[in-house]
């Protein structure tokens, strides 16, 4: 892995939202917390792009203007590890490149992939994330499986000092693994998305009111 020196470090502000795997919901959770705070969306990597990507995906969906989104500072056409996918194009990821934007609104910042994606061969993600030093929410599935992969990622992020503010959940309700989640990843679930008929600007509105979500992470961030 790469060391990164305390004079590059980044002091700008901001909300990272990763996942504990691929297709998790980061990028529903992302426009959920774009939408909710009046934010500004920035996916820095994208691979895999199909039309536009993630960063055109949440673009349409809030009808988002250009004030309001930041372009990728990578984008790949292979649905594959952002480091393998920029070798087949032919590129290198290059860290001065990923560097905080300064902006004026909460900033939502969309990972590629899962904590432990290389994104060069000499760079994993939480590498990147250890060097932004911003709070992260960490996404999850409520079904089988997640209690596992949370828990794992929860300890690689606490075995780095990476601050965690907390969970958010995707899928449909579960019996008991919220509650085993919060106690044994010493974490709050902050929110949690159901399955949606169908995915709107209004239905995102309707689940971060009716979960107080304005308040929460006004509280955790500070703002």
């Not at 790469?2 to 297709?23: F, P, R």
């Not at 934007?101 to 992939?113: C, D, F, K, S, W």
């Amino acid at each position: 892995t790469t060391t990164i020196s305390a004079e590059m470090k980044s002091k700008q502000s901001g909300l990272i939202i990763c996942g504990t795997g691929t297709d998790v919901g980061k990028t529903i959770i992302s426009a959920l917390l774009v939408q909710g705070l009046g934010g500004i969306y920035w996916k820095p990597i994208q691979s895999g792009l199909d039309e536009d990507g993630d960063t055109g995906r949440v673009c349409r969906l809030l009808k988002l203007p250009s004030s309001r989104w930041i372009p990728e500072a990578y984008k790949f056409q292979a649905p594959v590890s952002p480091h393998w996918a920029a070798e087949k194009e032919g590129q290198l990821i290059d860290q001065k490149r990923l560097e905080i934007p300064v902006v004026n609104r909460p900033l939502i910042v969309e990972t590629a992939g899962g904590l432990m994606v290389p994104l060069t061969r000499h760079l994993l993600q939480i590498d990147q994330l250890q060097y932004w030093q911003l709070p992260i929410l960490l996404v999850a599935r409520t079904e089988l499986g997640t209690l596992n992969h949370t828990l794992l990622s929860l300890e690689a992020l606490k075995t780095r000092n990476i601050p965690v503010i907390g969970l958010f959940l995707n899928g449909p309700d579960h019996l008991d693994n919220p509650t085993t989640l919060e106690q044994f990843g010493n974490i709050p679930i902050i929110g949690k998305l159901p399955p949606m008929r169908e995915i709107t600007s209004e239905s995102l509105t309707k689940q971060w009111e009716l979960q107080e979500l304005d308040i929460a992470f006004k509280r955790l961030l500070q703002i």
